[in-house]
């Protein structure tokens, strides 16, 4: 009966989370910024809304793993590109009133975008700044006094900078916080690390592509965005891979929202031309990230020696009170397997319909820029470590994992270990 009891008692708790998965049309058109998918600026909470802790208990430390905050583009040709092709069009008298001004806002743009590709944008520090401070503000006992935080980044100036910014503002909340900075190649293979085996799943070869770019190429309709831009159906013809330039502005016109810049290229699209193109991205991510089912776990298993650490770093900050954190910064391709991995939510759900994942998973409910997986420890006055009780944070939101608790969103710590202990043993 008590079982029976428990089970119940996490359902309902669980049906009213967010989740990683259901969207729609109409929430896609509702907020269109959304359709950026990864590119998605983080939508961060006006007010935390966290189940207090079971009586007696305090949080002592957070296990920590983000995202960078919002960046430019990768490469500098992301923006170059679509402006050539555009001032090659007007030299030839070939761009409509539209098209010119269309070019005319991608210089603009360029102009601070310019020498900053892969950069984390001034957004991407107040995010991240951001966080920290609701974090402190949320488990403030578990950075009291003079406690001490290890922050590790992968190798990328934009990782290294998000844990900066993050870091910088837990100091200026509690100037006696001890903190360890380290961006370093020694930490890379359980931070980004992936195995042959799924490298060879994501990459170019792999077994799902071929499925990709049919359904990529069905959902890229140009011809109207082309037609808007240019004044001569025979120039474009013979000068313009209209799939392609469409592609470009996509990518421009989906980042722009986390630059400083207000302007936006959205006016360009329809709704429903945003829409299908996202549908190619979140495909794509997926397939490349997560848990497809003709992957059968290869990506996010390879994302155990993470899970492993974050493990044994827990096991380590129960034993030493005065660890207060452990402060981990890397990418969206390294926080969406490891989600999966840990089964948060609904992250880990496999599938290979295309046509209708949109409904099954969805990248930015996954990784925003500046995604964030808080794994809260409490423990109380008096306890052992059997006591130990952890709930699971993503993107500031309650999550869930499946393991069986009488008090979600809190589990017993040694059932959690238990769980993942199956899950790195097989």
């Excluded at 001490?148 to 992968?154: D, L, P």
Aim: one cysteine or more; aromatic letters at 12%.
């Amino acid at each position: 009966m008590r079982l029976k009891k428990i089970t119940l008692g996490f359902i309902i708790a669980a049906a009213a989370l967010p989740t990683a998965a259901q969207t729609t049309r109409e929430e896609m058109f509702a907020d269109i910024c959304k359709t950026a998918g990864v590119y998605y600026a983080y939508p961060a909470p006006e007010k935390l809304d966290y189940t207090a802790a079971p009586k007696g208990y305090k949080p002592f430390y957070i296990s920590h793993f983000g995202r960078h905050g919002s960046r430019y583009l990768i490469g500098e040709n992301e923006y170059t590109d679509p402006i050539e092709k555009l001032a090659a069009a007007e030299r030839a008298g070939k761009l409509s009133d539209k098209g010119k001004d269309a070019l005319a806002r991608l210089r603009e743009i360029y102009k601070e975008a310019e020498g900053r590709s892969e950069d984390l944008s001034p957004l991407g520090v107040r995010q991240h700044r951001g966080v920290a401070e609701r974090m402190y503000g949320a488990f403030p006992e578990a950075f009291a006094n003079d406690k001490t935080i290890s922050a590790r980044s992968s190798i990328i100036m934009r990782c290294a900078m998000s844990m900066v910014a993050f870091g910088d503002r837990l100091k200026e909340l509690n100037p006696t916080l001890k903190i360890s900075y380290e961006s370093s190649q020694k930490y890379m293979p359980y931070l980004t690390g992936r195995t042959e085996e799924s490298n060879k799943y994501t990459g170019s070869k792999g077994p799902w592509r071929v499925e990709y770019n049919k359904f990529r190429k069905a959902h890229t309709n140009s011809g109207r965005f082309a037609s808007a831009l240019f004044n001569d159906q025979e120039y474009v013809e013979k000068h313009v891979d209209t799939d392609e330039l469409m592609w470009e502005f996509y990518w421009v016109a989906s980042d722009l929202q986390n630059m400083e810049t207000s302007i936006s290229l959205y006016d360009l699209f329809t709704k429903d031309e945003l829409f299908d193109l996202w549908q190619c991205f979140n495909m794509q991510f997926y397939y490349g990230n997560a848990n497809s089912a003709p992957g059968n776990g290869v990506v996010m298993n390879s994302y155990k020696p993470l899970l492993r650490d974050i493990v044994e770093r827990a096991d380590e900050a129960i034993n030493d009170p005065s660890i207060a954190a452990t402060l981990r910064f890397a990418h969206d391709s390294n926080i969406v397997p490891l989600t999966a991995l840990m089964r948060i939510n609904d992250c880990a759900v496999a599938t290979d319909e295309p046509d209708s994942l949109y409904r099954h998973w969805t990248d930015f409910k996954v990784s925003p820029m500046c995604a964030n997986l808080q794994i809260v420890f409490f423990n109380k006055k008096g306890g052992t470590a059997d006591d130990v009780l952890v709930k699971f944070i993503l993107n500031e939101h309650e999550a869930k994992i499946p393991v069986t608790t009488d008090s979600y969103p809190y589990y017993r710590w040694s059932d959690v270990k238990a769980y993942y202990k199956k899950i790195l043993d097989e």
